[in-house]
């Protein structure tokens, strides 16, 4: 059973930064297509943020470009978003994905969800 499991959500004030962490387990990373993020902002729908394919290729969001940076740990099969300069509009809910084969079957799996807001 895939679960992934968050942290590094909070309260912090614009311009500040937040480190979110998302550790898979249940999963082999040879077997992992994209490690990523996304969020939903209240009445917004859910977004990519960023996305790390198996690969190494980064994609963002052009709205957190120069911002966020996302990074893995293969071998702890985490997946990390490093928020630097972050504005109110980042305030959202964060969701961990992770797209890969597990138990024979191709899924996309979303963690819990942290929440992230920025105080103007």
């Known amino acids: 059973q895939v679960q992934l499991v968050e942290s590094g959500g909070g309260l912090v004030q614009a311009g500040g930064s937040l480190r979110l962490s998302c550790q898979a387990s249940?999963?082999?990373?040879?077997?992992?297509?994209?490690m990523g993020w996304y969020r939903q902002a209240p009445g917004k729908q859910r977004e990519l943020v960023a996305a790390i394919a198996n690969g190494g290729t980064r994609n963002y969001a052009d709205s957190v470009k120069g911002r966020f940076t996302i990074s893995r740990d293969i071998v702890q099969t985490t997946v990390f978003l490093q928020m630097n300069s972050l504005k109110p509009e980042d305030t959202a809910v964060y969701y961990c994905n992770v797209d890969g084969y597990s138990s024979g079957s191709y899924r996309s799996y979303w963690g819990q969800g942290t929440q992230v807001t920025v105080s103007s």
């Open positions: 249940g999963i082999i990373f040879r077997f992992i297509n994209t």
